[in-house]
């Protein structure tokens, strides 16, 4: 009789109050883990891992940039797909993440473009190369800040969740015509030899270090993706009945509590 | 037909042209678009063209470079094993160029068989060298042991 | 459901929500071949809503829309080739004769009638006009271009949205007679609007009531 | 007399060919632009022959980039306030067919134009002979790559007030692999290399747009306009 028997964990999943109250439980081991690792990767790559024969110590910004430009590409990713979701299976908590993971991940891109100028000029010897996976990044920037205006110029919520999902996929077409568009293009007119380390290639005391930091920023990802998505979920859900009760539960605590101080 | 059915037919029909004119068109690009890129033997056998914008690369000569003392001016000689292509380039050199090392050098041949550079670049990690450069040389040792071994 | 599966068109349980407020739900309507609905209802009640969701332009949130037993998602193409919406603007292009207007919205129509263009046109007093553009026009010449498609059409469906906005007396009683004809024939109509219809067999629906009335 | 109904590809085409027609003053500007712009440059730049020429090709693909966007904006606007943009979204045929209609329109009426007088920027910017015909064959697919996917931005912003910067924003990065192809076809020729394959690419580009950039409109206009 029920066809959609099977399916019922996804819609639970979809709902954002069952994904308000489970993550509550999640993060603070999240937090906790993601703090952990952090912590140990950006000591051990700043302070114990060895200093690059050629660049000095300068090259370990790439303990910020590459797990930076990792998270940046993987996040357009994750945001184009809960867009598809949304889209899809009509389930607004994928568009709240959709929606919450788009200045993430502009703000990493940014990070990856900063880190990598600041490296780029004593190793390169400049700031900016039209290269084509910076080229690339800095068109990510522009499609993140493409799907954001969106979000904020609609007044009406399900339309800026469409049409931001519509973009975002736009866009996942185009990344990587785009990277392919100017790595030929320079075949010609500039090099593409200029590339980062190809990390196999690093020395085990460098790249462990590394693989450290990846996970902890894909931990931090997932963490403030969570965080902003709750934001997004009371702010979209502000007048339904369970918002309502929980705000008035952490009203009352508080009083209790200014009261107990007061007293 | 069905109207709502011989649309879809159209619809479907579009797709599957564009489809494959993307496919035939990226097929061809591909098999067409060649390389720019040359190594100091083609230049000076004559293989590369002239007034094209090209790139080449190689090991920087040893004690090759040389300096204008009043401009930017430099010039050295880059190598792959077989013969020697001298470049000429006025700006800053990179951090990470220097004699010994492998750098790839654009801009245009001109009728000395000079390659009048807009830009060098230097291989900034030593673990990894430029595919091609290590190709090219790895192809131009191989025919030099050939040769030997035909002359002997 | 089997009294719903002869009607030509049945609404059932339709409810309709715009970023998570809900505009209205529950209504449940029958509508036959030759009866006349009225949808009443204050400014914002979501009479325009309701025609869009008729004309599945809008996705309701629940609910559904039947066409001849079948919901209209199933057989989308049928439906939508045998209705006529009029909606506030009347899509009429001010760079284009009136005639021009006429034969384009009758071409992108699926069943009309090609060569009734000009008689349509004299019929809502548009006989001189044919080779003006329509920017020389007034607001209720432009909506009687936009009525003109009611007496090509060969839609069952007819769904007006205020049709007798900045129309003249004479105006009105022609689309009134024009209406009549056509649930005589067995069409249906399903309109908004403040104005008492003087015609008999007309049902009203008020949308704030949600009740039902023969006038 | 109910008759069979075309897809309405050519009814939407047919349409905004003849209301181009009406207002060919207004459509008329882009092309203006293109060429008031072009005379600009060897002002602001320099107006020595050797040095406009190697900028030629660029300039010419950046002003024809920049001339499409000024147009595309207004490609679903009146439609969208007249309410001709909902009788399009309730016909009973598949919308992108419609919507490629108006899209073929557009190129029509914008890139085909700037394409046919870009020898004459070519002549003004001193663009080397060997230039031309690659600038008309990569102008002409490139133009309509730029019409298909600013359609789709148009089709995101269609209901906003203020559109026109935000669709910038919007279409910019995804125009970015045209301009190159486009560009790099012309200076290829000039600099004696082989130019196809550029073109070829710009070519897969467009048919990837053909058949991409309908649906994706259609679907934001679904999304949007009705809301």
Request: glycine fraction near 8%; hydrophobic fraction near 50%.
């Amino acid at each position: 009789m029920n066809l959609f028997s099977d399916w019922t964990w996804f819609h639970r999943l979809g709902s954002p109050r069952w994904f308000y109250q489970n993550s509550g439980r999640w993060l603070p081991w999240l937090s906790v883990v993601t703090l952990v690792v952090l912590a140990t990767g950006l000591v051990w790559g700043l302070a114990f891992a060895p200093a690059d024969a050629k660049q000095g110590n300068s090259f370990r910004i790439i303990y910020i940039h590459v797990p930076a430009s990792f998270l940046a590409l993987a996040g357009y990713y994750i945001m184009a797909i809960a867009g598809a979701v949304g889209l899809i299976w009509k389930m607004k908590l994928s568009y709240m993440v959709m929606k919450s993971a788009a200045p993430i991940g502009a703000v990493l891109t940014f990070i990856a473009l900063f880190t990598g100028a600041v490296w780029g000029k004593p190793t390169w010897g400049t700031y900016w190369v039209w290269d084509a996976r910076i080229t690339s990044m800095l068109i990510l920037l522009f499609l993140y800040a493409g799907v954001m205006a969106l979000q904020y110029a609609y007044h009406s919520v399900d339309a800026a969740s469409k049409a931001g999902a519509i973009l975002a996929l736009v866009g996942t077409v185009n990344i990587p015509i785009i990277y392919k568009s100017v790595d030929w293009w320079y075949t010609l007119h500039q090099p593409a030899t200029i590339k980062l380390t190809s990390a196999p290639s690093m020395h085990p005391d460098m790249f462990q270090p590394l693989l450290v930091m990846i996970a902890g920023f894909y931990l931090f990802y997932a963490l403030v993706l969570i965080l902003q998505t709750r934001n997004e979920i009371l702010r979209r859900e502000r007048n339904t009945s369970w918002v309502r009760e929980l705000a008035a539960a952490k009203m009352t605590t508080n009083t209790i509590a200014n009261e107990a101080k007061s007293e | 037909m069905h109207p709502l059915r011989k649309q879809r037919l159209q619809l479907v029909i579009l797709l599957v042209v564009a489809t494959s004119l993307v496919v035939g068109l990226v097929l061809y690009m591909l098999r067409e678009n060649g390389n720019f890129f040359y190594t100091p033997a083609e230049i000076i056998g004559g293989e590369a063209p002239r007034d094209v914008y090209l790139r080449a690369g190689g090991m920087v000569v040893d004690g090759s470079l040389q300096r204008a003392e009043d401009s930017l001016w430099v010039q050295f000689k880059v190598t792959d094993g077989i013969e020697t292509l001298t470049v000429e380039y006025s700006g800053i050199l990179p951090d990470l160029f220097a004699e010994g090392e492998a750098a790839i050098a654009s801009g245009i041949v001109d009728d000395n068989l000079v390659l009048q550079a807009s830009e060098i670049l230097a291989k900034h990690d030593e673990n990894y060298t430029p595919p091609e450069v290590a190709d090219a040389m790895n192809e131009a040792y191989k025919q030099k042991q050939e040769n030997k071994e035909g002359s002997l | 459901m089997s009294l719903s599966s002869s009607s030509l068109l049945s609404i059932e349980n339709l409810a309709f929500e715009r970023d998570d407020s809900r505009l209205f739900d529950g209504i449940n309507l029958t509508v036959n071949g030759g009866d006349i609905l009225q949808i009443e209802g204050a400014n914002g009640s979501g009479k325009t809503t309701l025609l869009r969701l008729l004309t599945g332009a809008l996705q309701p949130s629940a609910g559904r829309i039947n066409y001849q037993g079948q919901p209209i998602s199933e057989n989308r193409y049928d439906y939508l080739a045998d209705m006529l919406y009029i909606g506030h603007q009347p899509a009429v292009k001010l760079n284009l004769t009136a005639e021009e207007n006429l034969r384009w919205m009758v071409a992108s129509a699926a069943k009309s009638n090609r060569v009734a263009v000009a008689d349509a046109l004299a019929e809502v007093g548009l006989a001189g006009y044919s080779d003006i553009p329509c920017y020389t026009l007034s607001a209720g010449q432009h909506r009687r271009v936009a009525l003109a498609r009611l007496l090509i059409s060969e839609a069952r469906l007819w769904y007006l949205d205020e049709p007798f906005t900045a129309i003249d007396k004479q105006g009105v009683s022609l689309l009134q007679s024009c209406l009549q004809h056509h649930v005589a024939q067995g069409g249906l109509v399903v309109l908004s609007t403040h104005q008492d219809l003087a015609l008999n067999n007309v049902r009203k629906y008020n949308l704030l009531s949600r009740a039902e009335y023969l006038v | 007399m109910a008759r069979q109904m075309d897809s309405g590809f050519l009814a939407w085409l047919r349409r905004d060919l003849l209301l181009a027609w009406r207002r060919r003053g207004e459509v008329a500007s882009p092309v203006l632009f293109f060429i008031m712009v072009s005379t600009l440059i060897p002002l602001g730049l320099t107006p020595e022959s050797t040095r406009l020429a190697e900028v030629a090709a660029g300039m010419v693909w950046v002003m024809a980039l920049l001339a499409t966007l000024l147009s595309v904006d207004g490609l679903f606007a009146s439609d969208y306030q007249d309410g001709s943009l909902e009788q399009m979204l309730i016909t009973p045929q598949l919308l992108p067919l419609p919507v490629l209609g108006k899209i073929t329109a557009h190129w029509l009426t914008t890139g085909l134009p700037l394409t046919l007088v870009s020898p004459l920027l070519g002549l003004m910017l001193s663009l080397p002979a060997a230039g031309f015909i690659p600038l008309l064959w990569s102008l002409a697919l490139g133009t309509a790559c730029l019409s298909l996917i600013g359609a789709v931005g148009a089709a995101l912003t269609v209901s906003l007030r203020k559109g026109g910067l935000l669709l910038t924003l919007l279409v910019m990065p995804l125009y970015m692999p045209v301009i190159i192809f486009g560009s790099a076809s012309v200076s290829y020729a000039i600099d004696g290399i082989n130019w196809l394959p550029p073109l070829a690419v710009l070519g897969a580009l467009c048919a990837a747009a053909v058949a991409l950039c309908p649906l994706a409109v259609a679907g934001a206009l679904r999304a949007t306009a009705s809301n």
